[in-house]
Each structure stands twice: as C-alpha cells, then as structure tokens.
C-alpha cells in the first residue's frame, strides 16, 4: 500500500483518484529513465551507495550473495 501525502488548496480541482494516477505516470517514468541510463552501452558502472558500509556490499554482492546478509 502507497500513501502520497500532498497539501492542495482545492481538492474538487485535483481529485485523489488523478494524482495518484500522475504519481504513478511519473514514478514509472523516472524508473525507466534510470534504467536506461543504468544499461546504457559505453558507460563505466557507477556505484550508487552513499557509505563506505554499503559500497562494499554493492561491489561483493554479485560475486558473494551472503556478503553483508544478517
């Protein structure tokens, strides 16, 4: 279950049943366009992680799926 809070001023303007239509329009959207950039030819691979923890879990994972599993 999805929860989209938003604050509109007038809600007969902007029915619920829409925005989450946009919402999910858009989400769908920006997961292809990252994954597209993702499987682009010619690019190096990016790492993604934002700490030094997860960074060694992000590179040793492919090769040993028991790596950073609790």
């Not at 190096?44 to 934002?50: A, N, V």
Request: aromatic fraction near 6%; include cysteine.
């Amino acid at each position: 279950m999805r929860i989209l809070l938003a604050a509109l001023i007038a809600a007969m303007a902007y029915p619920a049943r829409e925005i989450r239509q946009q919402f999910e329009k858009r989400r769908r959207i920006e997961t292809n366009y990252r994954q597209i950039k993702r499987d682009m030819p010619g690019r190096e691979p990016t790492l993604r992680s934002g700490t030094a923890e997860t960074v060694h879990q992000e590179i040793w994972r492919p090769c040993c799926p028991l790596v950073g599993s609790k």
